[in-house]
């Protein structure tokens, strides 16, 4: 899924030199998506969201520590280098500098591990707390180092720290199934949401601060249909370019 989205978000080719070159003097940014679906929208929270078109929006809302690349390998997102303990119990992440959330605030270490404690509060009861039961606890020596501390090694622990990274200057002491940030996430990702109607119509825009460069698209609108009939009639019609789920 995740390799999908940024497929359709960077809109990456392999073309010649001349072309790249003819390419780059067009500008080639711009224009809108428009993703259509008839599973309606759920609030979008990182450790929350599980279904719906809410849960691959998330992808483009929100950063992770590491993410999965088109070879299936594990690569860096919001830490640029980690290291592994010789006994694999202990895991050290080195953050990026300079990424910011897309209120303006720095995004560090404090945020990462308010994420994966609200993960593991049962007051929370996030449905992804399973997945770090090997977890002992979590240390942040500094603003940009993050420590896992494990009970027990793993070798593939390491995808298990695909996790969405959430401000804790907004979400601290607030109820996370609660609080109006779900839907109105605000995250580090390559698109910031702008607009949730009535009707169930979500417009995200291009994030011109993004750390790794600004996404080709200016827009993504999420447009909702009450069954997969009349999705697929606009999809059909050309009213909307992409769907998922049909």
Same mark, same amino acid.
Not at 50 to 78: C, M, W, Y
Not at 171 to 187: A, W
């Given at each position: 899924?995740?390799?999908?989205?940024? +497929? %359709?978000?960077?809109? =990456?080719?392999?073309?010649? *030199?001349?072309?790249?070159?003819?390419?780059?003097?067009?500008?080639?940014?711009?224009?809108?998506? =428009?993703?259509?679906?008839?599973?309606?929208?759920?609030?979008?929270? *990182?450790?929350?969201?599980?279904?719906?078109?809410?849960?691959?929006? /998330?992808?483009?809302? !929100?950063?992770?520590?590491?993410?999965?690349?088109?070879?299936?390998?594990?690569?860096?997102?919001?830490?640029?280098?980690?290291?592994?303990? &010789?006994?694999? %119990?202990?895991?050290?992440?080195?953050?990026?500098?300079? /990424?910011?959330?897309?209120?303006?605030?720095?995004? #560090? +270490?404090?945020?990462?591990?308010?994420?994966? $404690?609200?993960?593991?509060? @049962?007051?929370?009861?996030?449905?992804?707390?399973?997945?770090?039961?090997?977890? $002992?606890?979590?240390?942040?020596?500094? +603003?940009?180092? !993050?420590?896992?501390? %494990?009970?027990?090694?793993?070798?593939?622990?390491?995808?298990?720290?695909?996790?969405?990274?959430?401000?804790?200057?907004?979400?601290?002491?607030?109820? %996370?199934?609660?609080?109006?940030?779900?839907?109105? *996430?605000?995250?580090?990702?390559?698109?910031?949401?702008?607009?949730?109607?009535?009707?169930?119509?979500?417009?995200? &825009?291009?994030? @011109? $601060?993004?750390?790794?460069?600004? *996404?080709?698209? $200016?827009?993504?609108?999420?447009?909702?249909?009450?069954?997969?009939?009349?999705?697929? #009639?606009?999809?059909?019609?050309?009213?909307?370019?992409?769907?998922?789920?049909?």
């Amino acid at each position: 899924m995740r390799i999908l989205i940024f +497929a %359709l978000m960077l809109m =990456i080719v392999e073309v010649s *030199p001349e072309a790249k070159a003819v390419s780059k003097l067009r500008k080639p940014y711009g224009g809108a998506l =428009i993703w259509g679906t008839y599973h309606k929208p759920t609030r979008i929270n *990182p450790i929350l969201t599980t279904h719906s078109v809410s849960a691959p929006l /998330v992808q483009l809302i !929100f950063n992770a520590l590491v993410r999965i690349n088109s070879k299936g390998e594990i690569e860096p997102d919001l830490a640029t280098t980690w290291e592994v303990s &010789e006994n694999g %119990l202990v895991y050290t992440f080195h953050l990026r500098k300079g /990424v910011r959330f897309h209120d303006g605030k720095g995004c #560090t +270490a404090f945020d990462v591990q308010f994420t994966y $404690d609200r993960i593991l509060d @049962p007051q929370v009861n996030s449905p992804f707390a399973s997945t770090f039961q090997l977890v $002992d606890k979590f240390e942040t020596p500094d +603003a940009f180092t !993050f420590k896992v501390f %494990l009970k027990k090694a793993s070798v593939s622990f390491i995808y298990r720290m695909i996790r969405y990274i959430m401000p804790k200057h907004i979400l601290e002491g607030k109820d %996370l199934n609660k609080t109006d940030f779900n839907f109105h *996430p605000i995250g580090t990702g390559p698109f910031k949401f702008k607009e949730w109607t009535k009707d169930n119509q979500i417009i995200l &825009e291009y994030n @011109p $601060d993004y750390f790794e460069g600004r *996404p080709y698209l $200016d827009k993504i609108a999420v447009k909702s249909y009450s069954d997969s009939r009349s999705l697929w #009639t606009a999809f059909m019609r050309g009213e909307v370019d992409f769907v998922l789920l049909i």
